[in-house]
């Protein structure tokens, strides 16, 4: 069992930048793969970025990509998402989940409650 909580979230201007954290429960933290989505409102939740167990390899959605990058520190059962040229289309809830198979298609777990983001014009 894995317990995820996402932080980090806020209302930041078009151009600005967050990092958004998520701590994971338990000392299984570094066998899975892990990866980070959003939901805006009216639409379905999709994908930003996973990362695999010990960090080596990442994955993007084309619409993260060369703006947001994740990174995990398994000593502190932790892994990040860092956002840069926040655009008014990011504005969605944030979520991290967890899942022992990494790739594109991987099924998820876990997952945190989310974590708000909004970016104004």
């Known amino acids: 069992q894995v317990e995820l909580v996402e932080s980090g979230g806020g209302l930041v201007q078009a151009g600005g930048s967050l990092r958004l954290s998520c701590l994971a429960s338990?000392?299984?933290?570094?066998?899975?793969?892990m990866g980070w989505f959003r939901q805006a409102p009216g639409k379905e939740r999709e994908f930003v970025a996973t990362?695999?167990?010990?960090?080596?390899?990442?994955l993007y959605a084309d619409s993260a990509k060369g703006r947001f990058t994740i990174s995990r520190d398994n000593a502190k059962n932790t892994v990040y998402l860092q956002m840069n040229s926040l655009k008014p289309e990011d504005t969605a809830v944030y979520y991290c989940?967890?899942?022992?198979?990494?790739?594109?298609?991987?099924?998820?777990?876990?997952w945190g409650q989310g974590t708000q983001v909004t970016v104004s014009s």
């Open positions: 989940a967890a899942t022992l198979n990494y790739g594109l298609g991987a099924a998820y777990a876990y």
């Open positions: 338990g000392r299984t933290f570094s066998i899975y793969s």
């Open positions: 990362i695999s167990s010990r960090g080596v390899s990442t």
